[in-house]
């Protein structure tokens, strides 16, 4: 296992992930896109995917937020073992633990920001507010308006107080930022930061952009389905300093 240096062992992990390998078949051929991943994710900490296209950073995402099973290994949620669950257990966890922020924003189209909300707060345990979920990530003032009258880079931070306002410990974030420019991306990033440091949400970002690294208190590399490299970042830097 690639240990991160400077680790912060007082912490408590959320994830864990031990010789994790997944292979998709399409006829004959059998594609493998994880090769024994070991990671661990700690309480609270913001950590970055970083790798090609095909490196096999979704896939991973995928598989710790049970959204995808993995052909071999196991992967932990604190002490449960996600690989023995059920599918209704799976979904349980799903729902009261994980939020997901993809990179389009799969808002309902005929549901203001408010009621898009509402959908996730509605089935929650112990959701917060869906107009506090918004005043989170600087929307309060939008939330009475349509997708289609949003700008991306809202829509993309209503997506984010949706996946948050179910107080979720996990928030998996997969190219949040891809189909944003410079100004609107910085400002989803600021949403996350803001997110992780105010709620404690643990974080895991894929990115294509390596600068984006650079917030991150941890950045994973993935290659060809292994993790090659695990370090601590020495010098964080402010979302609004990232060079897109």
């Not at 240096?5 to 959320?14: K, M």
């Not at 864990?16 to 309480?43: C, I, N, P, Q």
């Not at 996730?120 to 959701?127: H, L």
């Amino acid at each position: 296992m690639i240990n991160p240096q400077n680790s912060t062992p007082e912490r408590s992990t959320v994830f864990r992930a031990e010789g994790v390998t997944r292979v998709y078949h399409t006829g004959t051929v059998a594609v493998h896109a994880l090769r024994g991943v070991d990671m661990t994710l700690f309480e609270g900490e913001m950590v970055v995917l970083l790798g090609a296209s095909g490196s096999g950073k979704s896939t991973l995402l995928n598989i710790l937020g049970a959204l995808d099973t993995p052909t071999e290994g196991r992967v932990f949620f604190r002490d449960r073992d996600l690989t023995r669950a059920s599918d209704r257990q799976l979904t349980a966890f799903r729902r009261d633990h994980v939020g997901f922020v993809f990179q389009f924003y799969n808002l309902v189209p005929s549901l203001t920001a408010r009621e898009n909300i509402a959908l996730v707060t509605e089935i929650a345990k112990n959701p917060m507010r869906p107009e506090e979920a918004l005043e989170r990530v600087n929307m309060a003032h939008r939330m009475d308006h349509f997708p289609a009258e949003l700008s991306g880079g809202e829509q993309q931070r209503v997506a984010i107080a949706r996946a948050i306002a179910k107080r979720p410990e996990v928030l998996l974030c997969d190219e949040p930022t891809g189909a944003l420019d410079s100004k609107t991306g910085v400002q989803v990033l600021e949403a996350l930061a803001q997110v992780n440091s105010e709620l404690g949400t643990a974080t895991v970002l894929i990115t294509h952009n390596a600068d984006i690294q650079r917030i991150a208190e941890r950045v994973i590399v993935l290659a060809d389905g292994r993790v090659i490299r695990d370090e601590v970042n020495a010098d964080r830097i402010a979302p609004a300093q990232v060079s897109w």
